[in-house]
C-alpha cells in the first residue's frame, strides 16, 4: 500500500465532497483549499469550550449536588461515541445514497491505478476528515466539563474514544457500500417491478435504520443500560468506546483500558471486512435490461370521480415510474414516509406509554403537533424538489400540448399520494400504542389530508420559483435560497393551522368556554385549503413562466 498515493486519492475525495456541497454555494477557490475543514473544526472547537464552561457554571449555579453532576458527566462523556458513531455512519449513508444513478454507471473508480486497500483507506480518511468539526467541537466542549468537574484523566480518554469511534462509523460505510453494490447486482438480476418494490423498501429500511441510531433517545436508553451494568451491553462492539469512558469515571482502569483496547480490535476487524468486501466487489456488474412479453391495459382511475383531468392521471403515472427508477428520487420519496415515523418514536417508545393517555387531550394533541409536524416537512421537501426533478425532460413536457395547471395537479398528486403513506404509517402506530377513539382517528385524517395538501401545494409553488435543473452526481433539485424559504414558509403555514386549537385552548383556560377539539382542527383544516388554493394559483405562474422560456 502506498502512503503517498492513499493521502492524494484521500484528498481528491475530499475535494469531491466539498465541491458537491454544490457549486453556487461555495466557490472553486475556497473548496480547492483542504485547510478550510481544520478552520471550521478549530472554530467550533472554541464555540464547544465556551459552551462546555458554560454548562458546568448553569449547573453550579442552579445547586446541582455532585452525585447529579457526575450522572450528567457520565451522560455527556458516555454518549459522545455512540453519537460519532451513528454521525459518521448516517452521513456517510446519505452521501452515498445521494448519488444518482446516472454518476455510479461510468465506474470510473476502475479506472485509476490504485488497490482496493488503498481506496478503501482513503475514502475512510477521506470521510474521518470531512467530518472531522464535530469530533472537535464535541472535544472541546468535554474539555472544560472533564477539567472542571474532576475528570481530567476520563476526557484523555474520551479524546482517544472519539477518533475511534469517528473511524469506526467511517469504516462501517465502506462495508455498507460494497453490500449496497452487492444488492443492487441481485435487484437487477430480479428486474420487473418486484426489483422496483425491493429497491424502495431497501432504501426505507436503510434510512429508517440510520435515523434510528442518530436518534437521541436511543442514545439515552443506551446511556441508561451502560450505567445500569447490564451485562449484555459488554457483548455489543459498538459499546466498547463508551464503556472505554464509563470505566474510568468510575476509576476502573484496567477495565477501561480493556475496552479501549478492544475498540481498537474492532475497528481492525471492520477495517480488515471492509478491504474483503471491496476486493470481492471491486468491478460491478454491469447494469441489465429486462423487457416483459406482457402488456397491459390502464384501467379507470378513480381519482376522476373528483374531477382530475385524463392527461393529470397520466402524468402521475409518468411521476411514479420515473421516481420509482431513480434512486436519488426514491430517497426523496422515503423522507415524507420516515419523518412521520421517527418523530413518533420517542413517544411511542418512553418509558411507561399507558393507555390513560389516550383520555383526555394528550393523545390527540400529540398526534396532531409532532405527528402531523413530520408530516408537512416530508411533504414540503418532497414538493419543493418535485420540478427540479424534470431536469432536461422539462423540453419533453414543454412540446407537449397541456397547461401549466395541468402539470402542477399532477405534481401535487404525486406528492400527496406519497405522503398520505406516512400519514398512515405513523397514525396506524400511534392508534395501536395509544387507542385512539375512532372519531379522533378520522378528525386526524382529515386534518393530515388538508396539512398534505397544503404542504404541497406550497412546495410546489416554491420548487417552480426556486428550480434547480442542474445535473450532477449528487442533484438537489431546488436553490439553497429556495430551501430556507420553503422552510420557513412550510412552518409558518402549520403555526398558522395550529392557531385555532391554540385560541380554543387559551379560551378554555382563561374565559372558562366550552372546548371542542374537533372545531379546532376543523378550523386549521378550512385554514390549510385556502393555503392550498393559494399556493395552486402561484405555481400555475411560476410553471406557466418556466414553459415560455423555453422553446416549443
Given at each position: 500500500?502506498?502512503?503517498?498515493?492513499?493521502?492524494?486519492?484521500?484528498?481528491?475525495?475530499?475535494?469531491?465532497?466539498?465541491?458537491?456541497?454544490?457549486?453556487?454555494?461555495?466557490?472553486?477557490?475556497?473548496?480547492?483549499?483542504?485547510?478550510?475543514?481544520?478552520?471550521?473544526?478549530?472554530?467550533?472547537?472554541?464555540?464547544?469550550?465556551?459552551?462546555?464552561?458554560?454548562?458546568?457554571?448553569?449547573?453550579?449555579?442552579?445547586?446541582?449536588?455532585?452525585?447529579?453532576?457526575?450522572?450528567?458527566?457520565?451522560?455527556?462523556?458516555?454518549?459522545?461515541?455512540?453519537?460519532?458513531?451513528?454521525?459518521?455512519?448516517?452521513?456517510?449513508?446519505?452521501?452515498?445514497?445521494?448519488?444518482?444513478?446516472?454518476?455510479?454507471?461510468?465506474?470510473?473508480?476502475?479506472?485509476?491505478?490504485i488497490s482496493p486497500s488503498e481506496y478503501i483507506f482513503a475514502s475512510t480518511v477521506s470521510t474521518s476528515y470531512t467530518y472531522s468539526p464535530l469530533v472537535l467541537v464535541t472535544v472541546g466542549y468535554s474539555l472544560p466539563i472533564g477539567i472542571l468537574t474532576g475528570n481530567t484523566s476520563a476526557f484523555l480518554v474520551l479524546v482517544v474514544a472519539s477518533v475511534v469511534a469517528a473511524f469506526i462509523g467511517s469504516v462501517t460505510v465502506e462495508i455498507l457500500r460494497s453490500l449496497l453494490a452487492r444488492a443492487s447486482t441481485a435487484f437487477n438480476k430480479v428486474?420487473?417491478?418486484?426489483?422496483?418494490?425491493?429497491?424502495?423498501?431497501?432504501?426505507?429500511?436503510?434510512?429508517l435504520f440510520a435515523q434510528t441510531l442518530f436518534s437521541g433517545f436511543l442514545i439515552?436508553?443506551?446511556?441508561?443500560?451502560?450505567?445500569?451494568?447490564?451485562?449484555?451491553?459488554?457483548?455489543?462492539?459498538?459499546?466498547?468506546?463508551?464503556?472505554?469512558?464509563?470505566?474510568?469515571?468510575?476509576?476502573?482502569?484496567?477495565?477501561?483500558?480493556?475496552?479501549?483496547l478492544l475498540s481498537l480490535g474492532f475497528l481492525a476487524v471492520l477495517a480488515s471486512a471492509a478491504l474483503a468486501l471491496r476486493a470481492k466487489f471491486w468491478v460491478a456488474t454491469p447494469p441489465s435490461f429486462h423487457f416483459s412479453n406482457t402488456g397491459t391495459i390502464s384501467s379507470v382511475s378513480r381519482l376522476r370521480k373528483i374531477g382530475v383531468s385524463v392527461i393529470s392521471l397520466a402524468l402521475v403515472r409518468r411521476e411514479i415510474r420515473s421516481a420509482?427508477?431513480?434512486?436519488?428520487?426514491?430517497?426523496?420519496?422515503?423522507?415524507?414516509?420516515?419523518?412521520?415515523?421517527?418523530?413518533?418514536f420517542p413517544a411511542l417508545?418512553?418509558?411507561?406509554?399507558?393507555?390513560?393517555?389516550?383520555?383526555?387531550?394528550?393523545?390527540?394533541?400529540?398526534l396532531a403537533v409532532p405527528l402531523l409536524f413530520g408530516v408537512g416537512l416530508g411533504t414540503l421537501?418532497?414538493?419543493?424538489?418535485?420540478?427540479?426533478?424534470?431536469?432536461?425532460?422539462?423540453?419533453?413536457?414543454?412540446?407537449?400540448?397541456?397547461?401549466a395547471g395541468t402539470i402542477v395537479t399532477s405534481k401535487i398528486l404525486f406528492t400527496s399520494l406519497i405522503s398520505t403513506i406516512g400519514l398512515v404509517l405513523g397514525l396506524g402506530l400511534t392508534v395501536f400504542f395509544f387507542q385512539v377513539s375512532i372519531v379522533d382517528t378520522m378528525t386526524f385524517v382529515a386534518v393530515g389530508i388538508t396539512l398534505v395538501l397544503a404542504e404541497a401545494s406550497l412546495g410546489v409553488a416554491i420548487g417552480s420559483r426556486y428550480p434547480d435543473f442542474s445535473d450532477?452526481?449528487?442533484?438537489?433539485?431546488?436553490?439553497?435560497?429556495?430551501?430556507?424559504?420553503?422552510?420557513?414558509?412550510?412552518?409558518?403555514?402549520?403555526?398558522?393551522?395550529?392557531?385555532?386549537?391554540?385560541?380554543?385552548?387559551?379560551?378554555?383556560?382563561?374565559?372558562?368556554?366550552?372546548?371542542?377539539?374537533?372545531?379546532?382542527?376543523?378550523?386549521?383544516?378550512?385554514?390549510?385549503?385556502?393555503?392550498?388554493?393559494?399556493?395552486?394559483?402561484?405555481?400555475?405562474?411560476?410553471?406557466?413562466?418556466?414553459?415560455?422560456?423555453?422553446?416549443?
Open positions: 500500500m502506498r502512503i503517498r498515493v492513499l493521502f492524494e486519492f484521500a484528498k481528491i475525495l475530499m475535494l469531491s465532497r466539498l465541491r458537491n456541497t454544490r457549486q453556487s454555494f461555495l466557490s472553486n477557490s475556497i473548496t480547492n483549499r483542504p485547510i478550510l475543514i481544520a478552520l471550521i473544526g478549530s472554530i467550533m472547537f472554541a464555540a464547544g469550550v465556551g459552551f462546555g464552561t458554560a454548562t458546568v457554571s448553569f449547573l453550579r449555579g442552579a445547586g446541582a449536588s455532585p452525585a447529579d453532576i457526575g450522572q450528567i458527566v457520565e451522560t455527556i462523556f458516555g454518549g459522545i461515541p455512540i453519537f460519532l458513531i451513528g454521525f459518521f455512519f448516517t452521513m456517510g449513508l446519505l452521501w452515498e445514497l445521494n448519488a444518482s444513478s446516472e454518476s455510479e454507471s461510468s465506474d470510473s473508480i476502475n479506472w485509476l491505478p428486474g420487473g417491478r418486484l426489483m422496483i418494490i425491493l429497491r424502495i423498501l431497501g432504501m426505507i429500511l436503510i434510512l439515552i436508553r443506551i446511556i441508561n443500560s451502560v450505567s445500569s451494568a447490564n451485562a449484555a451491553t459488554v457483548l455489543v462492539p459498538l459499546l466498547w468506546p463508551t464503556l472505554s469512558i464509563t470505566s474510568i469515571l468510575r476509576s476502573n482502569l484496567l477495565s477501561s483500558a480493556y475496552f479501549l420509482t427508477r431513480r434512486k436519488e428520487v426514491v430517497r426523496l420519496m422515503a423522507i415524507p414516509i420516515i419523518l412521520p415515523v421517527m418523530i413518533s417508545f418512553s418509558p411507561a406509554p399507558t393507555t390513560s393517555a389516550a383520555s383526555g387531550l394528550i393523545s390527540p394533541l400529540f421537501f418532497l414538493g419543493m424538489t418535485s420540478i427540479g426533478q424534470e431536469g432536461k425532460r422539462l423540453w419533453n413536457l414543454s412540446s407537449l400540448p397541456i397547461e450532477g452526481p449528487r442533484p438537489r433539485f431546488v436553490t439553497i435560497i429556495g430551501s430556507i424559504i420553503g422552510a420557513f414558509l412550510g412552518v409558518i403555514v402549520m403555526l398558522l393551522m395550529s392557531l385555532p386549537l391554540l385560541i380554543l385552548l387559551l379560551a378554555r383556560v382563561f374565559l372558562l368556554l366550552p372546548f371542542s377539539l374537533q372545531l379546532s382542527f376543523f378550523l386549521g383544516g378550512m385554514l390549510g385549503l385556502i393555503f392550498a388554493r393559494i399556493s395552486y394559483s402561484l405555481s400555475i405562474r411560476s410553471v406557466d413562466g418556466i414553459l415560455r422560456e423555453l422553446p416549443n
